[in-house]
């Protein structure tokens, strides 16, 4: 079955600090990865998408495929980084031109100054 | 551009009612898909609509339909209220069915419904 498991529910840095969000995937298919982000009180909102290889708010994650993984990282996180982050893997339906995402169950990442 | 909007913004109902929810996709977007977000999971896929037919449903009971009009808006309707059907209904806007665009599948702020 198609799957994104985000294995810590909470995580917690100080500004300054690196931080990666663990993101682990079941596909079979080549698969097509995302990561948003919700703010307090904000909408989710794309972040970025492996394809487009773009480094956003200095975020940057890798598609492996070998580890079936798509870490989200930053090398210096910052107290407005504080969100709740998901990783979703988006599922084809070819025959009718349909599409879902698949989230994983989030991650929320607390950055204390 | 308004991006997508959704209505209401929360909503109490008890046990047993029927619930519509409505959302209006980004202006040139042709698929609304549903999803249901109860508090401490992530987004869980309920259905995607593209030019009015249903491309995808996901795991939930028949009390669960959708419907999307001419201009594309979409309509998400529960019947039979369960206790557990509590929790925030977001839509989602995108070009195509698995067509995403640049933008991915953009997402409004949801309806909060509450069952009591």
């Known amino acids: 079955a198609q799957r994104v498991t985000q294995p810590e529910k909470l995580l917690s840095v100080f500004k300054g600090a690196p931080v990666e969000l663990k993101c682990n995937y079941s596909?079979?298919?080549?698969?097509?990865l995302f990561w948003y982000v919700q703010y307090s009180r904000q909408r989710l909102q794309l972040l970025l998408r492996h394809i487009s290889r773009e480094s956003i708010k200095g975020f940057t994650a890798d598609l492996n495929k070998g580890e079936t993984s798509f870490h989200l990282k930053k090398p210096f996180a910052q107290e407005e980084d504080s969100a709740m982050y998901y990783c979703?893997?988006?599922?084809?339906?070819?025959?009718?031109?349909?599409?879902?995402?698949?989230f994983g169950q989030g991650t929320e990442l607390s950055v204390k100054p | 551009d308004a991006g997508v909007t959704q209505s209401p913004t929360h909503l109490i109902k008890t046990r047993g009612q029927q619930v519509t929810l409505r959302c209006s996709p980004i202006s040139g977007h042709k698929s609304v898909s549903w999803y249901q977000q109860v508090l401490g999971q992530g987004p869980q896929f309920i259905f995607q609509y593209y030019e009015k037919e249903e491309r995808g449903r996901g795991n939930f009971p028949d009390r669960f339909s959708a419907r999307q009009f001419p201009n594309y808006s979409s309509e998400l309707n529960v019947n039979a209220l369960l206790l557990g059907d509590s929790a925030l209904y977001l839509c989602?806007?995108?070009?195509?069915?698995?067509?995403?665009?640049?933008?991915?599948?953009?997402f409004g702020s949801g309806t909060r419904l509450t069952v009591v």
């Open positions: 596909y079979s298919g080549s698969p097509e």
């Open positions: 979703a893997l988006k599922e084809i339906v070819a025959y009718n031109q349909g599409g879902k995402l698949i």
């Open positions: 989602a806007s995108s070009l195509g069915g698995h067509s995403m665009g640049p933008y991915g599948y953009t």
